[in-house]
C-alpha cells in the first residue's frame, strides 16, 4: 500500500478521523438488505412499507445534499460533521427500537446524517491533506466499503445469537467513538468558509459540474440497479438464486481495490481524461456482455462491471477535490452529484423494473444500462480535463 510519509505537516490523528467517518457511512444501511426478511415477519410489513424502508435513505441522500454546503458554510464543516453524527448515533438507536414508527423515523434520520458525511468527508480531505487527496482518498473510499461490506456479512449471525435491534444498533458503537474522536478535533480544527465564497460560484451552471455529476449519477444507477435486479436477470439465464448471490459478492471485491487505487493513480496524473475513458468503456463492454454472453461467461461481465464501477467511485470522489479551487465549491459540487446521483440510485431500479414489467424481458432494461455507460463514457469522460470549475465558469 502507497505510504503516508511520516512529516509535520502530516496529521494522523486527523487522518484517523477521516476514516473513522468513514465507516459511518455505509454500514448502518447496508445491513437493512440482510436483515428485511426478519424485520418484516417481525413488524408484520407490507410490500409497500418493505420497499418504502429500502429506498428512504437513498431519497434522503438526495433531498438533504442539496442544502449541505449552505448550511456547513455557517456552521463550519467539522462542527457540522459533528451534529450529523450525532443525528445519526440517534437514528440507530431509534430505528432499533421494535415499532414501525421508530423504524422508520430512525432510517430517515439516519439517511440525513450520511447525507452530510457523503458530501462533507471529501472536502474535509481538501481542507486537511490537499497535498495527499488521492492517498487519503483511496483510505477514505475503501475504509466505506469495507464497513459496508462487515456489516452486511455480520448481520445474519447477529440475528441469529441474538436479534435484528442487535444486528442493526450495533454500527452504533463505531458511530459513538467516532463522535468523541472528532470532538476531540473541534477545538484545534474549525474549517469555515469565507462570507464572501458563499455565492461565488453558480455551480449548477457549470457544465464541468455536470459532467461530474453525470459521472456520479450513472454509476449509482447501474451499481444500485445491480444489487437488486442482478439475481433476477441471472435466472432468464439460468442462473439459480444461491449462484447469482456468489456472483453479486464477486461484484463487490472487485469494486474495492479499485476504489483505493483510482484515486491515487488520478490524483498522480495532470489530467484523468485516459482513466475516465478506461472506466467509460469498461461499463460499455461489461452491460453489453451482460446482455449478450451466455451464462457460461456471465462471470466475466459482473467482474469487469465490479472494475468499472470501483474505477468511477474511486474517480468521482477524488474529481470533488481536484475540479476546485476552495473547499467550499469542493462541497457544494459534491453536494450537487450526490443529490443527483442518489436520486438516479433511488428511480433506477424502480424504472428498470418497470420496463421489464412492461416488456416481459429485459433487453429494453439492460438497454438502458448500455446507454447509461456510452454516455459515461463520452459526455462524462471530459470532466478529466485539467479545468477546475471556478476556471471554466470565467471562460
Not at 439475481?231 to 469494486?255: C, N, R, W
Not at 493513480?265 to 475513458?277: D, E, F, Y
Not at 450537487?336 to 446521483?341: D, F, I, K, R
Amino acid at each position: 500500500m502507497p505510504s503516508l510519509q511520516r512529516t509535520n505537516s502530516f496529521n494522523w490523528f486527523l487522518f484517523l478521523t477521516v476514516l473513522c467517518i468513514a465507516a459511518n457511512l455505509r454500514a448502518p444501511i447496508t445491513s437493512v438488505g440482510v436483515a428485511l426478511p426478519t424485520i418484516k415477519d417481525a413488524l408484520q410489513l407490507s410490500i409497500n412499507e418493505v420497499s418504502l424502508l429500502t429506498i428512504l435513505p437513498l431519497i434522503a441522500f438526495a433531498v438533504v445534499s442539496l442544502y449541505v454546503a449552505k448550511i456547513s458554510s455557517y456552521v463550519g464543516l467539522e462542527k457540522t460533521l459533528f451534529f450529523a453524527l450525532i443525528l445519526l448515533l440517534i437514528g440507530i438507536i431509534i430505528r432499533s427500537l421494535t415499532t414501525i414508527p421508530a423504524l422508520f423515523i430512525g432510517t430517515i434520520l439516519i439517511g440525513i446524517g450520511i447525507a452530510f458525511g457523503n458530501v462533507l468527508a471529501p472536502s474535509m480531505i481538501k481542507a486537511h491533506f490537499a497535498s495527499r487527496v488521492g492517498v487519503v482518498t483511496g483510505y477514505y473510499t475503501v475504509v466505506m466499503n469495507i464497513f459496508g461490506g462487515l456489516s452486511s456479512y455480520l448481520t445474519a449471525p447477529l440475528i441469529a445469537r441474538h436479534s435484528y435491534p442487535v444486528a442493526l444498533g450495533i454500527i452504533g458503537i463505531v458511530t459513538a467513538g467516532t463522535i468523541i474522536i472528532l470532538a476531540l478535533q473541534l477545538r484545534k480544527h474549525s474549517t469555515k468558509m469565507r462570507v464572501a465564497d458563499k455565492t461565488a460560484v453558480p455551480i449548477w451552471k457549470s457544465p464541468l459540474a455536470w459532467q461530474i455529476t453525470l459521472l456520479m449519477g450513472g454509476q449509482s444507477f447501474i451499481f444500485y440497479v445491480l444489487i437488486n435486479w442482478l439475481p433476477e436477470m441471472l435466472l432468464q439465464k439460468g442462473i439459480d438464486t444461491s449462484q447469482s448471490g456468489f456472483y453479486l459478492l464477486v461484484l463487490q471485491i472487485a469494486i474495492l481495490p479499485f476504489t483505493f487505487i483510482m484515486p491515487i493513480i488520478a490524483a498522480k496524473r495532470k489530467n484523468q481524461v485516459g482513466l475516465l475513458l478506461l472506466t467509460g468503456t469498461l461499463f460499455t463492454l461489461s452491460t453489453v456482455g451482460l446482455a449478450l454472453l451466455p451464462a457460461s461467461l456471465i462471470l466475466f461481465a459482473i467482474i469487469t462491471l465490479g472494475i468499472a464501477s470501483g474505477c468511477a467511485f474511486g474517480l468521482v470522489n477524488t474529481l470533488f477535490t481536484l475540479r476546485t479551487e476552495s473547499t467550499l465549491t469542493a462541497t457544494k459540487l459534491s453536494g450537487m452529484a450526490q443529490a443527483v446521483g442518489y436520486l438516479f440510485a433511488a428511480i433506477g431500479p424502480l424504472f428498470f423494473g418497470l420496463l421489464h414489467e412492461w416488456t416481459g424481458t429485459w433487453t429494453l432494461s439492460l438497454a438502458m444500462l448500455i446507454v447509461i455507460s456510452v454516455l459515461i463514457l463520452t459526455v462524462a469522460s471530459g470532466a478529466g480535463r485539467n479545468l477546475t470549475i471556478e476556471a471554466s465558469l470565467k471562460k
